[in-house]
């Protein structure tokens, strides 16, 4: 942190060190926390097109449906959270790829949360017999792109002016890792 400031919202390093915490499996109790943090990504426009907070309610109906979803707990606390979704709603065709996201919250970016999270994601999607997992990142998210290019993910392409956002086109890079 140059200053003693914190990064910027989405402008996290990755860390080298073990963060503290661990990884796990996420509950329907971790709905809203997982909900407040998918939230703070929301309002600083940087991470996903999405507008409106997240519902709690809907996140742990997600959870409870088996959806691979883990969080990165720290002193009892959720610190950040990553899911696999559908590539795409036509499963069939894609069988085997899922698309990772990752939020981490605000006050715990830059400690190697975000790093933990994906490796974890990464062996558990592994685990489930996915052959690939994919991820749409916002070109100007350089953090984001850091963490999962770090991660082993390569990029494939970018959509421009891929989805609006408060009136304006954004680009938006895709990656790849093959399992």
């Known amino acids: 942190m140059a200053g003693g400031r914190a990064p910027l919202p989405g402008q996290g390093r990755l860390s080298a060190e073990r963060p503290q915490g661990a990884v796990r499996p996420a509950r329907p109790a971790d709905a809203e926390a997982i ?104 070109a100007a998210n350089a953090a984001s792109l850091a963490l999962f290019e770090g991660c082993g993910f390569r990029r494939v392409g970018t959509h421009l002016r891929h989805g609006r956002l408060e009136g304006e086109w954004l680009d938006v890079v895709l990656l790849e890792l093959s399992l």
Request: with cysteine.
């Open 35 to 138: 909900a407040a943090i998918h939230s703070q990504g929301i309002e600083e426009r940087t991470a996903t097109f999405e507008t409106r907070p997240q519902d709690p309610a809907a996140v742990s109906e997600l959870i409870s449906h088996r959806t691979l979803c883990l969080v990165h707990e720290v002193g009892g606390e959720v610190a950040g959270f990553a899911k696999v979704g559908p590539y795409e709603d036509r499963s069939d065709y894609y069988a085997g790829v899922g698309e990772a996201t990752i939020f981490v919250a605000r006050e715990r970016r830059g400690q190697g949360i975000g790093r933990s999270l994906l490796e974890a994601l990464v062996e558990a999607a592994r685990g489930r017999g996915l052959h690939k997992l994919t991820a749409k990142v916002m």
